[in-house]
Nanobody, 111 residues
Framework: VQLVESGGGLGQPGGSLRLSCVASGFTFSSYIMSWVRQAPGKGLEWVSTISSGGTSTTYADSVKGRFTISRENAYNTLYLQLTGLKPEDTAVYYC?????RGQGTQVIVSS
């Protein structure tokens, strides 16, 4: 099982970023997928989850209305669109399939 995140970087408050996660080594289309994050000095925080077919999504209250999770099963890829960035969104973002998570991609929100 391999999960490889990308797309992180420096974003300005109010700005946008798009994170991607490419999966391999398992049947991606059969798995519920999630994004979690870890801010500096804090524990893991669940961000969002999407059903295996992509028809159902849930979000943490802290990101609801600002982040959008999606997936392309044909490409074994999970996405997280971040908009309306806030400094408190600064964290390492991980994708996870319930059994494993990737190495993460760093998001820093600062002006």
């Amino acid at each position: 099982v391999q999960l490889v995140e990308s797309g992180g970087g420096l974003g300005q408050p109010g700005g946008s970023l798009r994170l991607s996660c490419v999966a391999s080594g398992f049947t991606f289309s059969s798995y519920i997928m999630s994004w979690v994050r870890q801010a500096p000095g804090k524990g893991l925080e669940w961000v969002s989850t999407i059903s295996s077919g992509g028809t159902s999504t849930t979000y943490a209250d802290s990101v609801k209305g600002r982040f959008t999770i999606s997936r392309e099963n044909a490409y074994n890829t999970l996405y997280l669109q971040l908009t309306g960035l806030k400094p408190e969104d600064t964290a390492v973002y991980y994708c996870a399939n319930g059994e494993k998570r990737g190495q993460g991609t760093q998001v820093i929100v600062s002006s």
